[in-house]
Nanobody, 119 residues
């Protein structure tokens, strides 16, 4: 079965850290750029980071310095390390695959993992 599966979400206190994983099955992640999106309650989905097939990363300006995207090709998995978390980071986080980071249409989507940041 061809799918992306996110994991690693949960409850974290303000200032804490989480690492999200995006694992692929049925296809090879190295063939794709991988994006992370998030959707907060009552807000539109936003793209927050992308890593190219070659491993180059880009981030939304508001997140630079706190979030780090990486990929482990041997594990067919992409990660999103999130540090210094704030309540406004509370959202469902999704990963998606496209050929290039500049593309807006995705070949595959995961179902999301919920991150809740609170005191």
């Amino acid at each position: 079965q061809t799918q992306l599966v996110e994991s690693g979400g949960g409850f974290v206190q303000i200032g804490g850290s989480l690492r999200l994983s995006c694992a692929a099955s049925g296809f090879t992640l190295t063939d794709y750029a991988i994006k992370w999106f998030r959707q907060a309650p009552g807000k539109e989905r936003e793209e927050i980071s992308c890593i190219t097939r070659g491993g180059n990363a880009n981030y939304a300006d508001s997140l630079k310095g706190r979030f780090t995207i990486s990929r482990d090709n041997a594990k067919n998995t992409v990660y999103l390390q999130m540090n210094s978390l704030k309540p406004e980071d509370t959202a469902v986080y999704y990963c998606a695959a496209s050929t290039y980071c500049f593309q807006s249409s995705m070949a595959y989507w995961g179902k999301g993992t919920l991150v809740t940041v609170s005191s």
